[in-house]
C-alpha cells in the first residue's frame, strides 16, 4: 500500500547547524503537510503546502513541495534545543486519502 | 494543540473491561479521525468520521473496536473487552471539510492495560 518514506529517520547535530529531511511518496498528492511532535503530546502543524514547486516558510522553518508531486522537503535554519521532536510529512493523494510518514527523529546538541 | 480536547489524558483499564475516548473538534470542524501510535512508531489510521456518518474505517479493528461522532456531543472511540495489545497512545485529529484540509490533533490518550 501507499507508504510515505521519510529520510532520514534519526539527525543528531549540533545547536546552530541547519537540518534538511524529505519525504518521499510512490504516487503524486495534491497536499502535504509537516508536523512536529514533541513527547507526549499530539502532532503539532508546522507548514501545509497546496501546489507543486511551492515554497513556504514559517520562523526558521522552509518547506518545499517538489515539482514532481511525489516529494517534498522540510528545512529548518540555525537549529536550537527545543527544535527536538519527531518530524512527520503527511499529505493527501489524488484519491483525498491522507497519509503519515514514518518519521525523522532530531536531536540537537547544545 | 488547542481546539481539538481528548480526554481523559490518560486511561487505565483492567483486561476484559470497556475503553471509552473522547474527542471534541475544533470550532468549525465537522471531520473527525481517530490514530492510533505505539512507542516509537509513527501514526497509524483507524477510522474518519463526520457528524453521524462513518467515512472511511478500513484502519480499524473488525472485533472490539467502535467509534461514532453523534450530531450532540464529542466522537467517541469506543474498545470492548480491552486487551494488554490494545495500550497505545489514541489521537483525534480533526478538519474544516473531506478534501485537501489539513488535519489538527488532539494531544491524545495514552490508554494502559493492566
Known amino acids: 500500500g501507499q507508504q510515505l518514506n521519510q529520510s532520514p529517520q534519526s539527525m543528531f547535530i549540533q545547536e546552530g547547524e541547519d537540518v534538511s529531511m524529505n519525504c518521499t511518496s510512490s504516487?503524486?498528492?495534491?497536499?502535504w503537510l509537516w508536523y512536529k511532535q514533541d513527547p507526549g503530546e499530539g502532532p503539532v502543524l508546522l507548514i501545509a503546502?497546496?501546489?507543486?514547486?511551492e515554497l513556504t516558510s514559517n520562523g526558521r522553518l522552509t518547506a518545499q513541495f517538489g515539482i514532481t508531486r511525489k516529494d517534498s522537503f522540510l528545512n529548518i535554519s540555525a537549529s536550537i534545543p527545543s527544535d527536538v521532536g519527531i518530524y512527520f510529512c503527511?499529505?493527501?493523494?489524488?484519491?483525498?486519502?491522507?497519509?503519515f510518514g514514518t518519521g525523522t527523529s532530531l536531536t540537537v546538541i547544545p | 494543540n488547542a481546539g481539538v480536547m481528548q480526554n481523559p489524558r490518560h486511561l487505565v483499564r483492567r483486561r476484559g473491561q470497556e475503553a471509552r475516548l473522547r474527542c471534541s473538534p475544533m470550532?468549525?470542524?465537522?471531520?473527525v479521525y481517530w490514530y492510533r501510535q505505539l512507542p516509537e512508531e509513527g501514526l497509524k489510521f483507524m477510522v474518519y468520521?463526520?457528524?453521524?456518518?462513518?467515512?472511511?474505517e478500513s484502519g480499524m479493528p473488525k472485533e472490539r473496536f467502535s467509534a461514532e461522532f453523534p450530531k450532540e456531543g464529542p466522537s467517541i472511540l469506543r474498545i470492548q473487552q480491552v486487551v494488554r495489545g490494545d495500550s497505545a497512545a489514541y489521537f483525534c485529529?480533526?478538519?474544516?471539510?473531506?478534501?485537501?484540509?489539513?488535519?489538527?490533533f488532539g494531544d491524545g490518550t495514552r490508554l494502559s492495560i493492566l
Open positions: 485529529a480533526s478538519s474544516r471539510g473531506p478534501t485537501y484540509q489539513p488535519q489538527h
Open positions: 504516487s503524486i498528492f495534491n497536499t
Open positions: 503546502l497546496y501546489k507543486a514547486g
Open positions: 503527511a499529505g493527501y493523494n489524488t484519491g483525498n486519502q491522507f497519509y
Open positions: 470550532k468549525g470542524h465537522s471531520h
Open positions: 468520521l463526520q457528524k453521524e456518518n462513518i467515512i472511511d
